[in-house]
């Protein structure tokens, strides 16, 4: 029987190993002497699961050999993770009460809810000096993935 194993996406694959897992060899043979070749498994390379084959694996002619496939799990690895990017308001937005702002070339992509959270005193926009707007102050309340 081939030993399940696993790898990483894209690393190189393990040493596929079996297992004896009925009969015998007799007390006069080794079973290095009785069986020979190596195991392969099922091409492909993404994330997934694949069979580990019998490939060269043989025993002697004084053996009957029954083969039971295992399976090689390639796992999938973790998307690297992006640093934070400053959201940049476009020179339009002011933040009275509520405002919406899509984000299209997030992935995926999102759509934020700004809210102020006191009353802005002037006019407070994204283009305007943060002198004049000392009482905003703006934080996002609610993310939605729209994809």
């Known amino acids: 029987t081939a030993d399940n194993a696993s790898k990483m996406a894209g690393a190189a694959d393990p040493l596929f190993t079996w297992t004896l897992t009925g009969g015998s060899i ?24 694949y069979s580990i084959l019998q490939g060269t694996l043989s025993v002697s002619s004084n053996y009957a050999l029954t083969f039971t496939s295992g399976i090689l799990s390639i796992l999938a690895l973790d998307p690297p993770k992006a640093e934070a990017q400053p959201i940049i308001l476009p020179p339009s937005l002011s933040l009275e009460k509520e405002t919406v702002v899509r984000m299209p070339n997030a992935e995926p992509e999102l759509m934020i809810v700004f809210s102020a959270t006191e009353q802005p005193s002037g006019n407070c926009s994204a283009d ?9 102050q703006a934080r996002a309340s609610q993310q939605s993935h729209l994809r």
């Not at 007390?27 to 997934?48: K, Y």
């Not at 000096?129 to 000392?134: A, D, K, L």
């Open 26 to 49: 007799a007390s006069f043979d080794t079973l290095g002497g009785v069986v020979g070749g190596s195991l392969t498994r099922a091409p492909g390379e993404m994330a997934g699961d």
């Open 128 to 136: 305007t000096p943060n002198s004049s707007c000392s009482n905003a």
